[in-house]
């Protein structure tokens, strides 16, 4: 590993190496969005970096981490630098499972975790449109809500507006049969966590790239990427996917 960049351009800033070396080296960043192996399987490729976590929040104050439930439960301690706030489901169209006394896995948890006061922290979920009826304006807080408190504004006037927030299970095809990775993810489940947790204009940072798919989902959002991958390979594969981006930008 060297300390220049794979590949750069004028979004993207892409360095092979373990992310364990470079991180330290990095400007802290707005948000971090990892998809680390889960250690799930025996696959050659599937190791968990001990103490990734700890050294992304070097990096950043927010975090999505993609990962099975058994991952989170069984790294619990490797996040104690961290505090959760949510998960998101990612539903895939397809499973992923490899035994057969279980039920078909058909999705992923992507956790959002964050270090310090949570009013500093970025989080704006996105507004997708709605096209169910209309309820009209009424107050959240009505009779039988009364649990929902003050909280978030529940107990004010509400008027709709075609609009809703994202939902928290979210329905994307997988790459399944289209992938140049193994673990690759859609931009589509992706693009929702970056606006989600970095500000417009402001730099991801995607610790294990894959495919680079982090850094199309970013770019398309107007947010910059910086990016790191352990194999060469797929440094090219992402190198040569973005450089044609650029191609067909000109």
């Not at 050294?55 to 439960?73: E, I, N």
């Not at 999705?107 to 169910?132: C, K, L, N, S, T």
């Not at 003050?150 to 997988?174: E, F, M, Y």
Request: proline content about 8%.
């Amino acid at each position: 590993m060297t300390s220049e960049p794979y590949y750069a351009d004028a979004t993207t800033t892409l360095y092979l190496g373990d992310m364990r070396d470079i991180v330290p080296r990095l400007d802290p960043v707005d948000l971090v969005l990892a998809d680390p192996p889960y250690a799930e399987t025996a696959l050659a490729w599937d190791r968990w970096p001990d103490g990734w976590p700890t050294l992304a929040a070097r990096a950043s104050r927010s975090m999505w981490c993609f990962g099975s439930m058994r991952m989170f439960l069984a790294r619990a301690d490797e996040f104690g630098a961290w505090a959760m706030s949510q998960d998101v489901v990612w539903e895939k169209h397809n499973g992923s499972g490899f035994a057969g006394d279980r039920f078909r896995r058909v999705h992923e948890h992507a956790v959002h975790w964050y270090r310090g006061p949570w009013a500093e922290i970025h989080h704006q979920v996105p507004i997708v449109p709605h096209d169910g009826p209309d309820r009209g304006t009424r107050r959240a807080a009505r009779a039988g809500a009364a649990h929902l408190g003050a909280n978030n504004g529940h107990d004010r006037p509400w008027l709709d507006n075609g609009t809703r927030l994202t939902k928290s299970v979210i329905p994307v095809r997988s790459m399944h049969g289209r992938a140049i990775h193994p673990t690759e993810k859609p931009t589509a489940i992706l693009t929702p966590l970056i606006e989600y947790g970095c500000p417009p204009g402001g730099t991801v940072l995607d610790p294990f790239a894959g495919s680079g798919s982090t850094a199309l989902a970013a770019r398309l959002l107007g947010r910059r990427a910086v990016l790191i991958e352990g194999d060469e390979r797929y440094c090219d594969a992402i190198a040569r996917r973005l450089s044609q981006l650029d191609l067909f930008a000109t």
